[in-house]
């Protein structure tokens, strides 16, 4: 499929021809559900923690004599059934990471991107440079109507466009071995340049 170039004043750069196997295909959200799933159980900390019976601070004392009360038996006040007292079967840290094969990973970013070009919302960029000033930039991001962007370059990215591109707000730049489903998912526009149109097919064919 054929689509426009633009540059980031707005005017015309050609045309870049995408490949129908990485841009084409038909989205199927149980596939982009599962890699999301993926990346943000990745991104989970799992620090959560509370006090068992054993860790809370509390008196070890026998609160009242076994037998002849008519109560049940109750060695301390740590028990998980009293005020204060330790958690039962509670949260501690763990990963909450789960598999997920390289090959479906890859086939997440080709309906992601695929995603985008069928909604509309991507965008091919002749070039990411910049002169490094921020106010440029963002009356051009401005300009172009870019609400929430995500710019993907080549290899690495421009030193001045980044920094240009840094203290912008929903305006995030990545190089191709940083794009990932999540991230384009969540943006309003899909920018790539033509380096990072090139990466991302020798990346996924």
């Known amino acids: 499929m054929k689509t426009d170039a633009?540059?980031?004043?707005?005017?015309?750069?050609?045309?870049?021809?995408?490949?129908?196997?990485?841009?084409?295909?038909?989205?199927?959200?149980?596939?982009l559900h599962r890699v999301v799933r993926w990346q943000r159980a990745r991104a989970q900390q799992g620090t959560h923690k509370v006090l068992t019976k054993s860790e809370v601070s509390y008196s070890t004392k026998k609160i009242y004599r076994q037998k002849g009360t008519g109560g049940a038996r109750h060695g301390s006040r740590k028990a998980p059934i009293f005020r204060h007292g330790?958690?039962?079967?509670?949260?501690?840290?763990?990963?909450?990471?789960?598999?997920?094969?390289?090959?479906?990973?890859?086939?997440?970013?080709?309906?992601?991107?695929?995603?985008?070009?069928?909604?509309?919302?991507?965008?091919?960029?002749?070039?990411?440079?910049?002169?490094?000033?921020?106010?440029?930039l963002a009356k051009q991001v401005r300009?172009?109507?870019?609400?929430?962007?995500?710019?993907?370059?080549?290899?690495?990215?421009?030193?001045?466009?980044?920094?240009?591109?840094?203290?912008i707000a929903n305006l995030d730049v990545l190089p191709s071995m940083g794009a990932n489903v999540y991230d384009i998912l969540r943006s309003d526009t899909?920018?790539?340049?033509r380096a990072g149109v090139e990466a991302l097919e020798a990346r996924l064919k």
């Open 6 to 31: 633009i540059k980031l004043d707005g005017g015309s750069a050609g045309s870049v021809e995408l490949a129908d196997e990485i841009f084409g295909l038909e989205p199927r959200a149980d596939i």
């Open 86 to 136: 330790g958690v039962y079967k509670g949260p501690t840290p763990r990963s909450h990471e789960h598999d997920l094969t390289k090959k479906f990973r890859a086939l997440g970013l080709r309906h992601a991107l695929s995603a985008k070009a069928k909604a509309g919302e991507l965008v091919i960029l002749e070039a990411a440079e910049s002169d490094g000033k921020t106010s440029a």
């Open 143 to 167: 300009d172009l109507g870019w609400k929430r962007a995500l710019i993907i370059d080549g290899a690495s990215v421009n030193e001045d466009f980044a920094r240009a591109a840094r203290n």
């Open 190 to 193: 899909l920018v790539l340049t």
